[in-house]
Structure formats: structure tokens, C-alpha cells
């Protein structure tokens, strides 16, 4: 296969404003919530996901796909690091979020430490698919952030950017040294069931204990405006569900759905995020 897209590791800084965590989103504090709730998964999954995939990386022979994985693990690491400072600022704020990670990388050790690791990769390309095409429904979009805090909304154009950008590296990895078999499709499906499940099994709880913290979990218009956000009008979930069964198709592959496109905006995005200082942190 050949590549369509090799992915470039850029250092960018957001500083993100402190105090307005739980309403960053023009769409209300349920809804800033829910991206606040996803965000405390990213640095410890892109974690699992780097060692994933770093583990099979002396098996790949074609130079085009190394620097592809080098670039992959490049990314993960900067979206891990901007992550951090974010989830810093929930926990600032009084949110738990460090018992929720905590909790996060308690589960991902017990897979590394009783799992072989290719069952660990396809979990990696399970977790990269729904990133994927969560990040394509933000993208197809823009009203999700609109009139959103242009920090936070910079940060998560960015990511879904990046995650469009590498879709495909850690699955071309999966193909090359787990390969198509009838075996491996059973793998790549059933994870993609499994961390599916488990994944929001643990988003939507921990979601409703952030909500509860500042007592918002009282606030029906609140949890009705969170709903609709993702199930009906725009429907940020919702719109991902075709995708998300496309990955069922023997012979699927992430470039399939060709959206390279968004990539254009890379440029423009960098000359913005590199006008934000952290002055806005002092004088907010
Ligand atoms: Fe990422
Ligand atoms: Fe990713």
C-alpha cells in the first residue's frame, strides 16, 4: 500500500487559559465536559498506543513506513504533553482527574503486563480507528467549536489534525506483522468491539463524576444540550457510526475514506497557535 500521507511531528504550545476549563465550548459546560472527560484518556492511551507499536518496529524493513512510526510516536508524544497540561488544569480546578488516570493506566498495565502484543497493537488500531473518525466528524463540522475559547478550540483542531494525518501508520503496521488473514480480521474487529465498549463503559462514568463534582449532574438542560451536541443536532456521535462500521469490511484500510483534504488548514492553524502566549494565562 502504498502511503498517502507521512506525518510530521510538530512542537506546538497552546497555553491553554486556566479558568475556563469547564466552559470552554460555546455549546455550554456539559459539553465542555465531555471534550474534558475524553481528554483525561489521551496521555496515558498514547502512551499504550507509542509502546504498542514501538515494540514491532525492528520488523518493519520499508524506510516509508519507519519514518512514518517514528513520526506517529512523535505526535502521540505531543499530543500526550499538551494533554497533560490540560488534564493539569481540570485537576486545578477540582476536578479528579488524577484518580480517573490513575485508574487509566491501571487498566492499560494490566493488558501490557497479560497480553501478547498483538493483541495489544490491534487495540492500538481499534483506539486509532475511533480517534480517527471522531476526529473527521470535528473536522467535517466546524459548529462543534464554533465561537469556542480559540486556545482549546486550536488544541483540538490540532489533534484531529495530527490523528488524520497518521490514521493509517500503527494499521499499516497491524498488516505488515499480524497481516489480513482470516485470523487477524477476527482480532481487528473483536478489539475494535472490545475497546469500543470499554472505553465508553469508562468515558460516560467518569464523565457524570466530573459533572457531579461542580453539581451539574442537577441541570437537566445542561445533560439535554450535552445530548443533542452528540446524538441529535450536530450530532458528533452519531455522524461517526457509518465510519465506525465501515471498519467491519474485509479489506478495509483508514485512507479509504480519503480526507486529506482538512490537511490544508495545518499551515493556517500553526501561524495562529504561534500568536497565543502565555500571557493570556496572567491576564485572564
Ligand atoms: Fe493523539
Ligand atoms: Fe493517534
Redesign the pocket.
Known amino acids: 500500500m502504498d502511503m498517502l500521507v507521512t506525518p510530521i511531528q510538530r512542537n506546538l504550545k497552546f497555553h491553554l487559559p486556566k479558568n475556563t476549563v469547564s466552559q470552554w465550548n460555546s455549546a455550554g459546560v456539559h459539553v465542555s465536559q465531555f471534550f474534558n472527560t475524553m481528554s483525561l484518556f ?1 496521555p496515558e492511551g ?1 502512551r499504550f498506543f507509542i509502546n504498542s507499536v514501538r515494540h514491532y518496529r525492528d520488523r518493519i524493513m520499508e524506510p516509508e513506513l519507519l519514518a512514518a512510526v517514528r513520526a506517529f510516536i512523535g ?2 508524544a505531543m ?1 500526550g504533553r499538551e494533554h497533560d497540561e490540560y488534564n493539569q488544569a481540570m485537576i486545578n480546578a477540582g476536578f479528579p482527574v488524577d484518580k480517573m488516570e490513575a485508574q487509566v493506566t491501571s487498566l492499560l498495565n494490566l493488558i501490557r503486563e497479560n497480553s501478547p502484543p498483538a493483541f495489544q497493537l490491534a487495540i492500538t488500531i481499534a483506539l486509532e480507528h475511533l ?1 480517527a473518525i471522531l476526529a473527521d466528524t470535528l473536522l467535517a463540522n466546524p459548529e462543534l467549536l464554533d465561537k469556542s475559547d480559540p486556545n482549546f478550540t486550536a488544541l483540538w483542531t490540532w ?1 484531529a489534525l ?2 488524520t494525518e497518521h490514521k493509517a501508520v500503527a494499521y499499516d503496521v497491524f498488516e505488515k506483522v499480524i497481516g489480513t488473514s482470516v485470523q487477524s480480521y477476527l482480532l481487528r474487529t473483536g478489539t475494535l468491539v472490545l475497546a469500543t465498549s470499554i472505553f465508553f463503559a469508562l468515558c460516560y462514568t467518569y464523565y457524570f463524576q466530573i459533572l457531579r463534582t461542580s453539581n451539574e449532574h442537577r441541570n437537566l438542560r445542561g445533560w439535554w444540550q450535552s445530548f443533542k451536541y452528540q446524538w441529535l443536532k450536530p450530532g458528533a456521535m452519531r455522524k461517526a457510526i457509518p465510519a465506525w462500521l465501515d471498519y467491519f469490511r474485509p479489506g478495509f484500510h483508514p485512507w479509504d475514506q480519503d480526507n486529506r483534504g482538512y490537511l490544508q488548514q495545518i499551515d493556517a492553524l500553526i501561524e495562529k497557535v504561534n500568536t497565543f502566549t502565555p500571557a493570556k494565562e496572567q491576564a485572564a
Do not use: L, Y
Request: charged fraction near 45%; glycine fraction near 0%; aromatic fraction near 12%.
Open positions: 489521551f498514547e505526535q502521540e499530543h480517534t489533534h495530527e490523528e
